[in-house]
């Protein structure tokens, strides 16, 4: 890839882009294909080669052998084959991010904060794959012996979404390559051209031909056929939750571990102790990060009523000063939204939202011109029949209602079926403790909307999916235990 500063703006060729099967790359040359979209103008940007039955099928192979000498392999040795993989990531920082955001259209700024968390995903797992360990139980009697095992749970597939473009192939990636697995991806058909980034880089750090391998297709077809395969041993799936009931009912068929990163809705608790401003920059910059296409973005605000109203309007004037534009301005603060289809889709839910009576305090148009663009939205005193009060908005669009009791605030908090993230903001040590203890989700942030990092386990309850990637966790779920008895 090529990068040039013309008039001081920096142009740069998008990649070609590929197939990457037992280490070689595969063009669109007798392949179907489909185009790839820059979402801030609206443009075709690469062309991007689908998989054949006969591709899946050698993909499968290698990743059936390469998974036979992969778990053979020192994990000191993996380890630094992930380390240096991380080194050159850094070292190519700005070409990742700038793929990352012409692909995603998220800000320049998020997607180098982006390669970085990937980085250190990686050399997190590095050290922690050498943490695997078994155990040896205490004799029953003399000349007997008890071990517990640690196995590599066999080939993975990943299937992985367009809003983290690399933080997301870096999360399934680093905890299987740790565990011993070969692991075939398939990421979104929006965002290719980073996790084939993410895989030169694994690469190019001496990983074998085969270990992983990186497929595109229509999502149905290529998941089908994958989790058909006796080869495959796991799913790691990050995604809408219709989706992923029904790769659980794919993967029940061949007992093939599951996990499982479901939809959320997550609400956002506002006691009236705290100052109403540090919360407000605080939830601004966490509901219009990535046009609030992140699967933990706040969404529900449930704020206490003497605040309410001051609430409400620093929320919308801080919405209403966002600068929105194309990511790879430097001056950007939100880019546009991935497609076309998500554009309708949100300004279906805001419609009907106000049509049930909801006050649009900023924003609640689309922007027109090139481009897949909406405005930062809030809207308050939305009703519970309004569709966005139990559908997850995936955009930049805040709900904010009003609570005169915790009680009350905590049960409409837990109402939805969702449980990925939730949060809470007070000075009151003893709130600090019951929201710890009374939200229902998989990760909860208590005056912080800073809920991952790569030692943490990153993962929902009740429909928002179960298992965890990152942390132990997620390396545990890439292992099988097993125990054997001697006498």
Request: hydrophobic content about 45%; proline content about 6%.
């Amino acid at each position: 890839m090529t990068i040039v500063r013309k008039n001081n703006k920096l142009d740069f060729n998008y990649p070609l882009l590929s197939l990457l099967i037992n280490g070689e790359r595969l063009g669109d040359n007798g392949r179907k294909s489909e185009n790839v979209l820059d979402p801030a103008t609206g443009q075709v940007i690469g062309v991007l080669p689908h998989a054949t039955v006969n591709d899946l099928d050698c993909a499968l192979e290698a990743a059936g052998a390469a998974f036979a000498t992969w778990k053979e392999i020192a994990p000191v040795k993996r380890g630094k084959i992930m380390r240096d993989a991380a080194a050159l990531m850094r070292e190519r920082s700005e070409q990742l991010a700038l793929v990352a955001t012409m692909e995603s259209g998220k800000p320049i700024g998020q997607t180098r904060i982006e390669v970085e968390m990937s980085a250190e995903i990686f050399e997190w797992y590095a050290e922690e794959g050498r943490r695997a360990y078994g155990r040896v139980l205490p004799r029953q009697k003399s000349g007997t012996r008890m071990t517990v095992f640690k196995d590599p749970v066999g080939p993975v597939a990943a299937f992985a979404p367009w809003n983290f473009p690399l933080g997301n192939p870096a999360r399934k990636l680093g905890a299987a390559l740790a565990a011993g697995c070969s692991c075939i991806m398939k990421p979104a058909e929006e965002t290719p051209a980073s996790a084939l980034n993410i895989a030169a880089a694994l690469q190019d750090a001496g990983l074998p031909a085969g270990v992983i391998g990186i497929v595109f297709g229509v999502p149905s077809e290529v998941s089908t056929y994958l989790l058909a395969s006796p080869v495959i041993r796991k799913i790691s799936f990050t995604g809408s939750i219709p989706v992923g009931k029904e790769l659980m009912k794919l993967a029940a068929d061949g007992m093939k571990r599951t996990t499982m990163e479901l939809g959320g809705h997550a609400p956002v608790i506002v006691s009236d102790d705290v100052d109403v401003d540090k919360v407000l920059d605080l939830s601004a910059a966490a509901k219009f990060r990535n046009a609030g296409q992140v699967c933990v973005s706040p969404t529900r605000f449930l704020v206490h009523e003497s605040i309410y109203e001051d609430f409400v309007k620093g929320f919308a004037t801080r919405a209403s000063e966002i600068i929105v534009g194309n990511g790879l301005d430097d001056s950007t603060q939100m880019g546009p939204l991935i497609h076309e289809r998500r554009l309708a889709d949100i300004e279906s839910i805001v419609e009907d939202a106000q049509q049930a009576g909801a006050t649009i305090n900023t924003g609640g148009k689309r922007i027109e011109g090139s481009g897949f663009f909406y405005e930062p939205t809030v809207i308050s005193n939305v009703p519970l029949s309004a569709r966005i009060m139990r559908e997850e908005p995936f955009g930049p669009v805040a709900i904010v209602n009003s609570f005169d009791d915790v009680d009350a605030a905590i049960i409409e908090a837990n109402r939805l079926p969702y449980g990925l993230a939730a949060f809470a903001f007070t000075d009151s040590s003893a709130l600090i403790r019951r929201m710890g203890e009374s939200l229902e989700a998989g990760m909860v942030g208590i005056n912080t909307f800073a809920i991952s990092i790569p030692e943490s386990p990153f993962g929902g309850i009740k429909e928002s999916g179960h298992g965890s990637e990152e942390g132990i966790e997620g390396l545990e779920a890439c292992l099988v235990t097993r125990f054997v008895s001697e006498a």
